[in-house]
């Protein structure tokens, strides 16, 4: 049972990049739009996608939770938005950071980008910028589109029409690269969300994953939600030899023996592909991930003798 188990974790960590590539293909099914310049506006737009995937993208299928739930905070007739919030609590509960590691074509676009051969840095003594993103998503997504609000009592998506890079990324460049009519009314507030798109892409280059880390407030909400998620990380310290490597290999700083279930993890794998004696797994329900093993060495134990 643990092997079949050590193997279905592998064999998940190994093929991300596919299960990534998958993700984002399904976020943006309709690729015909990116010629004609439309936005798809079908009924799946209702429906929120899991990860940062911006409802302005021609190909979208979906709408952005976060641009979702702001449009909802900043109508004039503001009600809490039951659906939306209830709907990120699930998914948060479901599955923790693991969307953000599996699931989103953002952090998807960051790792490709991070493949470009140059040198790399460590993010490990910026590790006080993780906070920010936290500030990001009670400023920038909640406050500020309820407490700045114009003569009709409607508030601007801060975050969604400031901050966000993935709208100019799959929104604005496409629909402008091809409809003259949007490209004569970009402005002053497109060059600098353009600035910014282009700063995370250099960054992109250099540090791994640098707005998930630091900015993203979807990936500061699955965080919080990550220590109670039922998808978690599970270390088996029968089999742990203390080697290093798995925390070696996390490129999100994480010590995976001392916190299976950091709101920084984004159940990656790459510590599961790392460690040489397979203590490292996924598992799915409560707890904390430290797992005492006695029970199935003892099995495994009684296996053996039973063979010999």
Known sequence: M???????????????????AGATLLTNIHL????????YKGKGKTVCVPGLNCYSCPAASGACPIGSFQAIVGSS????????????????????????????????????LHKI???????????????VKYFVLLFFVVLLP??????????????????CPQGVLEGAIPLSA????????????FSWKLTILLIVIALSVLFYRPFCKWICPLGALYALLNKVSLFQMKVDKNKCISCGKCAYACKMDVD?????????????????????????????????????????????????????
């Open 146 to 163: 309820i407490l700045v609000v114009n003569d009709v009592g409607m508030g601007d998506p801060f975050f969604c029409k400031y901050l």
């Open 2 to 20: 643990a092997r079949k188990e050590k193997t279905k974790s592998n064999l998940l960590a190994k093929c991300r990049g596919w299960i990534q």
């Open 77 to 112: 007739k503001f009600k809490f938005s039951y659906y939306i919030t209830g709907f990120l609590i699930l998914l948060g509960v479901l599955f923790g950071r693991f969307i953000c590691g599996f699931l989103c074509p953002f952090g998807w676009f960051q790792e490709l």
């Open 256 to 308: 995976v023996t001392k916190a299976p279930n950091h709101t920084e993890c984004i159940r990656c794998g790459m510590c599961v592909k790392a460690c040489p004696t397979n203590a490292i797994s996924y598992r799915y329900g409560f707890g904390d991930g430290k797992q005492n093993c006695k029970l199935n060495k003892e099995m495994e134990n009684k296996k053996d003798e039973k063979t010999n």
């Open 178 to 189: 091809v409809n003259a009519g949007i490209r004569s009314a970009l402005g002053v507030l």
């Open 117 to 131: 051969p140059t040198k790399k840095f460590s993010t490990k003594k910026l590790k006080p910028l993780t906070y």
């Open 32 to 39: 015909p739009n990116f010629l004609k310049g439309e936005i």
